[in-house]
DNA sequence: TAGGTCCTTTCTGTATGCAATACTGCGAAC
DNA sequence: GTTCGCAGTATTGCATACAGAAAGGACCTA
């Protein structure tokens, strides 16, 4: 017996299809091809199914088994607002004394991402570390799992926004920011511009939207 | 084939036998007797399961089945503000039209709570209506997908709040205050009340926890 | 040709079966 | 007396099987 279970590494599998595209916006998911495709048995695929829908990222229409949500501009501008008071509550949440040994790791990766950007690599595997790594010191549980179950339904909508690197280049600058206000113990400004940072995102992306 | 699957069913069964006691705290689950108690095969069943472990109102120990999580105050500590902030951000997000067409229809389960409270009866079911009247305005259906997710969880501390019936009357004191406040249009004062509405039946909890 | 009905096929939802692991009790060794 | 080991049982995790509902298409009707 495998010590993840099986479900567990089909749903990731599944998430990083739907967040790709290869399972599109709109499409019925079918359990038998999908997996034989993955080379596993129905009922750990459902498993599966069953655990992402719970958390939105598909949605389940009895009797028509699971369909992946097709895109709605009016839930990125529910989403991104909600991750945004999400991470500045669980921001506001870290006590002060955890907070003063981030800065300086949280521009490290914010080099990182500058670095990444200028050789035009992949940005948001880097700016998720940033942000899971300011975090990382919230002692509630259960808000980070709010947060981490609904980063995935956003991310959907990303796509276009790290297109344009002018934003990115805004955006680097804006964990710099957030990291220079953590370091003058000014929690205030971090957690505004943390939420600037997201609805700015927010805003980008309606630009490009098709 | 039933227009409601099976799992749902099921998941809300076992969701009131954890709240009320009937899995207790600490307590396995045992797949087989728990299917034949309730005249179902394991397979929907498991997909139950699976979906309130995700909402971790049971945990998965790989190998091992699933099993009600053991009563933690510091997570009621920490359960208790996060749905204050969660609801209140709700009501943030709701729009003053909508909201002027509630109080009244609060005050009268407000009502409804009094006089269940001098029956003795019970009021855990009437304070759900009563928040779910005050959040069902609310335009983001994510953010009150979270809240439902996680009142649960909650609810497993509540049963000694309730016992007290001074705190009880208090309780709904302040849930008319909020309705006045909204009557008033003062949203700050009103997501305040109910910020503190709930922080108050976490001290309440604090108590008489066993 | 448009619409409707019946039939076939496909697929989901549920049940059952199987193999491997985790638990339990007892006995033996120290 | 305690602890370790082992056998037997119980239970999970995954696979497969089956029944009934949807989807799709052919044929008939108007």
Redesign the pocket.
Known sequence: ??RT???SDLAEEITTRVLDGRLPAGA??????LARELG?????L??ALIGLADRGLLV?A????FLVPPFDPDEARRLYPLVAELEALALRWTSPLELAGLPDALDAVADEMAGTLERGGDLSEVDDRWHGLLLSRCPNPHLLRLIGQTKPLLKRYESCYFGGAARAGESIGEHRRIAAALRDGDLPTASAVLVRNWVKALAYLGKDER
């Open positions: 017996m495998a279970p099986l479900r019925r998911v079918n359990e038998v091809h596993v048995s129905r009922t750990p459902r498993e389940s009895p009797g028509r088994g």
